[in-house]
């Protein structure tokens, strides 16, 4: 195996998912400002669920002023409602979803999967055609792996596969973790619509924890020594 070392990767970027949305009329006039405020590369929208027509006109009111704010918008599943409301791809829940939208998807859209729960899985998803991998989310129960588990797994994908992979970060400490084992994106949610400050704030001191992350590891600097809870991996 060659030792050249490879190009170093750019830094991680945001992937926002929104709260569930029922009338998108906040959002609306929201997420361009936080879109604006830091480098939100996406964003993830969680429709509540309901009849196919007002979802798709949820996806129709939140596209374009996402999209004018220089980001992507992928619907949470509902992959056939992603063309007829404009949006730019959707985020589906396993290895079985991506195989039944792929045909759908592509080659104009984005198809990104999570719901991977062994690492076979992953290259299965990786060798289907994913645009993305998501590591991390909780699953129908609401349990997730450990915070080190699932830095670990974005290690040996990031090291090994070429599709993004993108960490499932629950507060700011694992978006910073989780930038320094190699995410090429980081999804935040929940704790940035509850940060008390307000998401713009919690979104742009995310944002600079995962930009810091990776000035990190371009350093050269050991990632078991910055962070306890990878210590073991290395």
Not at 14 to 29: C, G, N
Request: charged share 25%; aromatic share 4%; proline share 9%.
């Amino acid at each position: 195996m060659s030792n050249k070392p490879l190009p170093p990767r750019p830094a991680p970027r945001l992937y926002l998912a929104t709260p569930v949305v029922d009338d998108p009329a906040t959002l609306v006039a929201q997420l361009p400002e936080l879109i604006a405020s830091a480098d939100v590369a996406a964003v993830l929208l969680r429709l509540k669920e309901t009849d196919q027509r007002s979802m798709t006109s949820r996806v129709k009111a939140l596209a374009p002023p996402v999209q004018k704010a220089g980001a992507a918008l992928l619907v949470d599943g509902h992959p056939d409602i992603v063309a007829r409301g404009g949006a730019d791809g959707a985020h589906l829940p396993g290895i079985a979803a991506l195989k039944e939208a792929l045909p759908s998807l592509k080659p104009d859209r984005i198809a990104g999967v999570g719901g991977l729960t062994t690492r076979h899985h992953s290259m299965d998803a990786g060798e289907m055609g994913a645009d993305y991998l998501l590591f991390g989310e909780p699953d129908a129960k609401g349990q997730r792996p450990s915070a080190q588990a699932i830095a670990e797994r974005l290690d040996w994908w990031a090291e090994l596969f070429e599709p993004p992979c993108v960490g499932f970060a629950i507060s700011l400490d694992e978006a910073h973790d989780f930038a320094l084992s190699g995410a090429d994106f980081v999804l935040v949610g929940d704790f940035i619509w509850a940060d008390p400050r307000g998401p713009k704030a919690a979104l742009i001191e995310v944002d600079a924890a995962i930009k810091k992350a990776h000035a990190t590891a371009l350093a050269g600097q050991d990632p078991a020594s910055q962070d306890p809870a990878r210590q073991e991996h290395g």
